[in-house]
């Protein structure tokens, strides 16, 4: 079997990233410049602030991941790169970047899904799995569960109808004083704190059973801080933490699970930033061990923004003849099935 070698870039947010990574799977290097410190000052990203960092990070961190893999460009035989969904400012950055290798050298040029990618990164660390399968697609930005008939056949079964989960999570941290990103501040804070110690609504979408709503809980989590506040009380931050994250990953299990049962899905799996989450690994490994159910996640280093994802799932674009030429675009918005 020929060995391929990918370059894979990734500017879609907050991390500069570069991997090489071999027929999908095989990591040989990987290297992520992440701006988040400067972006906490703000309560959140600077879309400017990011694109400029881009620019500034890009060459470094593909030098380095070059060096890291004991590679140069001679040896790489195609170049991925993220070019939607995202940041459009940051994610022209990286692929222009990529326009600009794929052109000098002579190589392929692979366009990659962001969301696509985070689903791939269980590929390289689950080297067995294989489509089809049933995933849950969490991450600052989006909160989808997706059939994935292929390595790039993706069916869209059920959608955020308001904010994506990260989204959520990040603003009840903000909120309870928690910097950026508040999502993983208030997981850990909410391993110490009670539950049940306050209900939340578990908002259902009229006529789309695997469809979220996360924007009621949000509000609904600001009104209890409110009140606290305005009574002069100290606010819960440990109970309110973990109540409101019991709620969210209620939402996100019962519907995942339904959808399981109604396509007799016998492997499930989950991608993006909100797969680290402690509570939604714990409740879903229970939830598939006691129906027999294979459930792949990405090792916590792989949920987040990475490269190696886009090496991943660049391999299957280019082996299902997914090449770009030199006016590849970048889009903020553009859905998984279209790919
Ligand atoms: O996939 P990702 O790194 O970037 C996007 O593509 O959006 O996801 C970032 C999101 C943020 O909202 C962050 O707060 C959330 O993932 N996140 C978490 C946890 N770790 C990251 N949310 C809840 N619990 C976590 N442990
Ligand atoms: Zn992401």
Known sequence: ??????????????????????????VLSSVIATQVDE??????????????????????????ALEQASVSLDDIDAVAVTYAPG??????????????????????????????SHIASNYVAH???????????????????????????????????????GEAFDKAGRMMGMSYPGGIALDKI????????????????????YDFSFSGLKTAVINKIHQFSQKGETVPVADLSASFRKAAVNCLTVNLMKAVHDTQSKTVVIAGGVSANSLLRRSLQELCDKENIRLYMPPKHLCGDNAVMVGSQGYYEYLSGNIADQSLNAYATKSIEEG
Do not use: W
């Open 1 to 26: 079997m020929m060995i391929m070698k990918i370059l894979a870039i990734e500017s879609s947010c907050d991390e500069t990233a570069c991997a090489v990574v071999e027929n999908g799977r095989k």
């Open 190 to 209: 909410a391993e110490n704190g009670n539950p049940d110690a306050f209900s939340f609504p578990f908002p259902k979408v009229n006529g789309s059973p």
């Open 127 to 165: 080297t067995d799995l294989q489509p089809p399968f049933l995933c849950l697609v969490v991450s600052g930005g989006h909160s989808h569960i997706v059939l994935v008939e292929d390595y790039t056949k993706m069916k869209i079964l059920g959608r955020t109808r308001d904010d994506a989960v």
């Open 39 to 64: 972006h906490k000052l703000y309560g959140g990203v600077v879309p400017e602030i990011a694109s400029r960092r881009h620019t500034e990070n890009i060459v470094g961190v593909v030098s380095e």
């Open 87 to 116: 940041l459009i400012g940051a994610l022209l950055v990286g692929v222009n970047f990529a326009k600009s290798i794929a052109l000098s050298r002579n190589i392929p040029l692979i366009p990659t899904h962001h969301l696509r």
